[in-house]
T-cell receptor, first 115, second 111 residues
Framework: DGGITQSPKYLFRKEGQNVTLSCEQNLNHDAMYWYRQDPGQGLRLIYYSQIVNDFQKGDIAEGYSVSREKKESFPLTVTSAQKNPTAFYLC??????????????FGDGTRLSIL | KQEVTQIPAALSVPEGENLVLNCSFTDSAIYNLQWFRQDPGKGLTSLLLIQSSQREQTSGRLNASLDKSSGRSTLYIAASQPGDSATYLCANGIRDDKIIFGKGTRLHILP
């Protein structure tokens, strides 16, 4: 079945450590997105990519980095510069590159906590 | 700045009742409005997407309406079931390729 796979499901970070969250899709979607969700809050956009080797900052990009070397993969690195990384991270994708006009498909998320 | 509000934050209703979830937004210049369902600890599942030129969309027991002039959308759930218990989020697609999410309504269907 086609879908979006996020791994790991749970991740723990030590102070000063960078960690990378994986997002893979086999839907042949062009655009991919990373969101952060805090308890009782809506989703906030971190980064998005509409095409391979290109990506744009979202509303809360500071302390995060991404790469888009392959169409199916969009990993997110949470760097030590992100001082409050504890959150639920969601990856999404859409078909086409027409902006946000198409339905978004989501992975099951990665919950990141600080040790 | 676009703001999306969902009230109430939580709602409990007996099984079998029809119910309406509300979503309001401040800027009527939207491209579309989407309703999602989120189960605890899971990602979002798209339920319905209404383009700005449309007034409503239906899928099974779900009906979503859009009134851009008043900045409101509703999600109507008919004959509610315990399996409908989840958090429901609405989101606006706006200019500059942005999507703005509400904080969601946590729905509990009482058996």
């Amino acid at each position: 079945d086609g879908g979006i796979t996020q791994s790991p499901k749970y991740l723990f970070r030590k102070e000063g450590q960078n960690v990378t969250l994986s997002c893979e899709q086999n839907l042949n979607h062009d655009a991919m997105y990373w969101y952060r969700q805090d308890p009782g809050q809506g989703l906030r956009l971190i980064y998005y990519s509409q095409i391979v080797n290109d990506f744009q900052k979202g509303d809360i990009a500071e302390g995060y980095s991404v790469s888009r070397e392959k169409k199916e993969s969009f990993p997110l690195t949470v760097t030590s510069a992100q001082k409050n990384p504890t959150a639920f991270y969601l990856c999404a994708s859409t078909i086409g590159t027409g902006g946000f006009g198409q339905p978004q498909h989501f992975g099951d998320g990665t919950r990141l906590s600080i040790l | 700045k676009q703001e999306v509000t969902q009230i109430p934050a939580a709602l409990s209703v007996p099984e079998g009742e029809n119910l309406v979830l509300n979503c309001s937004f401040t800027d009527s210049a939207i491209y579309n409005l989407q309703w999602f369902r989120q189960d605890p600890g899971k990602g979002l599942t798209s339920l319905l997407l209404i383009q700005s030129s449309q007034r409503e969309q239906t899928s099974g027991r779900l009906n979503a309406s859009l009134d851009k002039s008043s900045g409101r959308s509703t999600l109507y759930i008919a004959a509610s079931q315990p399996g409908d218990s989840a958090t429901y989020l609405c989101a606006n697609g706006i200019r500059d390729d942005k999507i703005i999410f509400g904080k969601g309504t946590r729905l509990h269907i009482l058996p």
